[in-house]
């Protein structure tokens, strides 16, 4: 990865982590990252499964709760 495309990314994230709200550095980075408007089924599985090995290892980790639910939610939606 070229380093003009790292500083935008990071630049992207730092925004995003600020304000997730923030609509406009949200879609600032779905750009940089190239991403689709819906991701592949072999990709939702694939992160499904990490989800489900860490929400394994730690049944009481809230993030990894609601990590899951997110990508559960996003499978009955339209975005896949």
Known sequence: MNS???????????AVYRDPDD????ERLRGLLG???AISHA??????KLACDKLYDSPEDQDSRDL?????????????
Do not use: E, M
């Open 68 to 80: 899951l639910l997110v990508l559960l939610t996003a499978r009955g939606s339209a975005t896949l």
């Open 35 to 37: 991403a689709q408007p």
């Open 23 to 26: 609509t406009g550095a949200v």
């Open 43 to 48: 990709n939702w599985r694939r992160l499904v």
């Open 4 to 14: 003009a495309l790292r500083q935008q990314i990071q630049s992207a994230c730092d």
